[in-house]
């Protein structure tokens, strides 16, 4: 299982967030590259990247810090998510490096964009489910809909997606633990794997995740905690895909 380091942008720092309210926002570093950076030395293979303004303004925002990282570290896979919302988006963060571009919103307000853009762009896409009170939330998880995580996710499976990345909005920031219930429900209802995301505090919970690598958890994503120090992320890491 993959310990995947998240990066999140807002005005150009990396900041976290909790619950996603943009107005809660705890900013760790105003250097992206070197966030990234520090995480690609303590051995990281992957990276999650989200703009979060151009999740709220539906178009991409930090883009150029987004391209940055890719050309200072080539080797290194990197997802992004927010404010994706037609392919010529996509195709111009794949040009830039990006290794697997992440469609949430756009996929619940129009799902035969991710059908399209999974053709287009074969191997590339993943879709965020993200989910408050078991329902999916959109537009930078400020609106929620009407759609069953579960339902939604069985839906995009057979559209030649990647991976599922499956976060509880509750739980994330919140340092309060996974919810580790709904994320292998979920895993075990669709045939693509599924990457657990929101409210890892500790190794335990790290651990937790990877007893369900068998059902398809073939990821976990970590963001207040690496920052805060409650995870060690080097030495998670090392264990974990160990």
Known sequence: ?????????????????????MDDDTVFSDDPVATARR???????????????????????NAAAIAAICATFPDLEVQVGGGIRDEEQIEVYIQA???????GTQA????GFVADAAVSFPGHI???IDARDGK???EGWSKL???????????????????????DIS?????????????VALAQAVPVPVIASGGIANLEQVLALKAHEGDGIVGAITGRAIYEGSLDYASARALVEG
Request: with cysteine; aromatic share 4%.
């Open 1 to 21: 299982m993959l310990l995947i380091p998240a990066i999140d942008l807002k005005g150009g720092n990396c900041v976290r967030l909790r619950q996603g309210r």
């Open 39 to 61: 995480w690609v030395e303590a051995g990281a293979q992957r990276l999650h990247v989200v703009d979060l303004d151009g999740a709220v303004q539906g178009e991409p925002v």
């Open 97 to 103: 490096g990006v290794r697997y571009v992440i469609i």
């Open 108 to 111: 619940v307000k129009a799902p």
């Open 126 to 128: 993943l879709v965020g």
């Open 136 to 138: 999916v939330a959109t």
């Open 145 to 167: 809909s009407r759609h069953d995580p579960i339902d939604l996710a069985q839906r995009f499976a057979a559209d030649g997606i990647e991976a599922i990345i499956y976060t």
């Open 171 to 183: 739980r994330d920031g919140m340092l309060s633990g996974p919810n580790i219930e709904a994320t």
